[in-house]
C-alpha cells in the first residue's frame, strides 16, 4: 500500500512540478550567480511549486519508511513503474502531450521487467 502511495505522491507531482514551475526558462541573468538567485527566488515564490514539492517531498519521506519493511529487489522497480503511470496518467489529464506507441512500448517493457522481478522472488 505504502509503494502505492508513494508511486502516486511522485508520479502525480512530477508533471505537477512542471507545469507550476512555467516561465523558470524565461529567467536571464547575466552572471552565474545572479542567475541561480534569480532562480531560486521565482520558485520559492511560487506557491503552486512549493505545494507540489512538499507533496513530492512527502513521498521520499513514505518510500524511506516503507523501505525498512520491503523487499528492496521488489520495491523499488515497482515504485518507479507505478510512478511513471501516475506520471503518464495525471500528465495526460491536465493536458500535456498525449502518450504516444513509443511510451506505451516503454510501459510494456518495463511492466515485462518488473514481472520478471516479482517472478524471480516467488
Given at each position: 500500500?505504502?509503494l502505492?502511495v508513494?508511486?502516486?505522491?511522485w508520479?502525480?507531482?512530477?508533471p505537477?512540478l512542471?507545469?507550476?514551475?512555467?516561465?523558470f526558462?524565461?529567467i536571464?541573468?547575466?552572471?552565474?550567480?545572479?542567475?541561480?538567485l534569480?532562480?531560486?527566488?521565482?520558485?520559492?515564490?511560487?506557491?503552486?511549486?512549493?505545494?507540489?514539492?512538499?507533496?513530492?517531498?512527502?513521498?521520499?519521506?513514505?518510500?524511506?519508511?516503507?523501505l525498512?519493511?520491503?523487499?528492496l529487489?521488489?520495491?523499488?522497480?515497482?515504485?518507479?513503474?507505478?510512478?511513471?503511470?501516475?506520471?503518464?496518467?495525471?500528465?495526460?489529464?491536465?493536458?500535456?502531450?498525449?502518450?504516444?506507441?513509443?511510451?506505451?512500448?516503454?510501459?510494456?517493457?518495463?511492466?515485462f521487467?518488473?514481472?520478471?522481478?516479482?517472478?524471480?522472488?516467488a
Open positions: 500500500f505504502w502505492l508513494t508511486a502516486f505522491l508520479g502525480a507531482t512530477n505537477l512542471k507545469k507550476s514551475s512555467k516561465g526558462e524565461e536571464n541573468k547575466e552572471t552565474f550567480l545572479s542567475q541561480r534569480a532562480e531560486i527566488k521565482f520558485l520559492l515564490s511560487n506557491l503552486k511549486y512549493l505545494g507540489f514539492l512538499i507533496l513530492n517531498q512527502c513521498g521520499s519521506l513514505v518510500f524511506y519508511l516503507t525498512s519493511s520491503a523487499d529487489s521488489l520495491a523499488i522497480p515497482i515504485t518507479n513503474f507505478l510512478s511513471l503511470v501516475f506520471t503518464g496518467i495525471v500528465g495526460y489529464l491536465i493536458g500535456e502531450k498525449s502518450i504516444n506507441g513509443g511510451s506505451i512500448l516503454g510501459m510494456v517493457f518495463v511492466v521487467g518488473v514481472t520478471m522481478c516479482i517472478m524471480s522472488k
